[in-house]
């Protein structure tokens, strides 16, 4: 394990040049780190600055961290030590290809903390349930052992980089791993000692279709991201999946799948087993969540009485309280059709149709009929954002299209009666209208909050 004078003797003297530095935090916070270890630091994006200016201007005090903005020169991806590549980073764009020419590592934050620091991750991955089964897996950890549980990935405003400080030698830390995360495991050959791989559906197939790929070259490719997790695992390695996933890992070229494989479903939770999350699905994320830790050597008489305090996570079926007894549901990052369902099936009543959905938002090229099936067993309501998304439904499940969070959800509660549900479970995503999911859960938790 390298220590903090390990880390400066690494970096000193280092050029690094940080490509999407975003508006999260996270690009902030790995700059600085870097920059703290004494790299010399160029931060590009194509962006324009003014956009960009509150990141700018978090690192202000930071001699050895320059900026350029606008279209990317090639130099700056072939004349230093390494490229930390931003999420999202289209993989064929000439100047990945042209770094990659010159021999300069390309890194993502996530695979690089677990590279430098050398302790042992559990990963998570999947298209939906990747985030609560990461932090059940977290919570109960830290509940049994009470000691301090690494918490990286895929987390709001987490700095991967920064999460190196707080290593010690006997640290394990739980990562989210989304695809472009998993591209950079996928980049320096490593997969988690544990990785736990949820399920795997349509999303994202406006990244992975450029250059016109067929929906099925585009889920293949998808898939080949996030099958990085288990793919250069050890045999000492452990994978805990289900059978749907298994089987279509077994397609992968040049995987051998010598890992111990657990294969999980939902009838590993007891039926007496206290769970706070409602929903079929969140029994799935609590097996998986419970494989994972008994691979860590945790009992289940440890696990199950941890795992009835989780209380959820923000966003995710999120449990806002009661307006005039109209129960409250902040499912914010449901951005497929897929997840707006597992929302609607879980807090829904078909006998009653006792939901108000407030969703909508951007197209994700991800086909949007299994929701628009779906709202009419569920919904009295349906309250919808704009968005490119909106346009392909609005017209097939007579919704109201309002402007703005603040207006749905004004909308959605005047028709509330007790015994209601108002779920905000979008199924697109969030761009066009917001900066990202992010701004759209706080507009969402805010509305909620001031509603009178």
Known sequence: MMTAVDFKDYFSGKKVTVMRIGLLGRGVGDTAWLAEQGAAVLVVDDAPQEVMQPSVDALKDYKNVQFKFGPYEEADFTETDFVLVGAGAPLNMSVLEAARAAGVPLKQSAAWFA????????????????????????????????????????VRGLSNLQLLDEVQEESLCVM??????????????????????????????????ADGRSK????????????????????????????????????????????EVVLADSSTIPEDALLAMPGEHNQLNAALAVEALKAISLTEEEIFPALASFSGVEGRLQYLGERNGVKI????????????????????????????????????????????????????????????????????????????????????????EPGDVLLFSPGFASFGLFKNEYERNDEFVRCINEYE
């Open 176 to 209: 989210e791993l989304d695809s472009w995360q998993l591209q950079g495991w996928g980049w320096s050959a490593m997969s988690p000692q544990i990785a736990v791989f949820t399920n795997f559906m349509e999303d994202h197939l406006n990244y992975y279709q």
């Open 329 to 416: 549901y902040n499912d914010n990052n449901s951005t497929t059709p897929a997840a707006a369902v597992a929302g609607l099936q879980a807090v829904g009543n078909t006998e009653d149709k006792n939901v108000i959905l407030i969703a909508g938002g951007a197209f994700k090229e991800v086909e949007p009929q299994v929701l628009v099936d779906e709202i009419p067993k569920y919904c009295k309501k349906v309250v919808l954002l704009p968005g490119t998304g909106t346009d392909l439904i609005k017209d097939s499940v007579e919704g109201d299209v309002v402007e703005s969070v603040e207006e749905a959800v004004a909308a959605g509660l005047a028709v509330g």
């Open 216 to 259: 099925e070259q585009a889920m293949q490719l998808y898939f080949e991201d996030k099958a990085n997790i288990f793919q250069y695992q050890e045999e000492s390695g452990v994978l805990v999946t289900t059978p749907e996933v298994f089987d279509r890992a077994k397609t992968i070229k040049g995987t051998s799948l010598g890992q």
């Open 115 to 154: 590279e430098l620091s050398g302790i042992p991750v559990v990963g998570v991955t999947g298209t939906r349930g990747k985030s609560t089964v990461t932090h059940m897996i977290h919570h109960a950890l830290t509940e049994v052992t009470g000691e301090k549980v690494l918490l990286g990935g895929n």
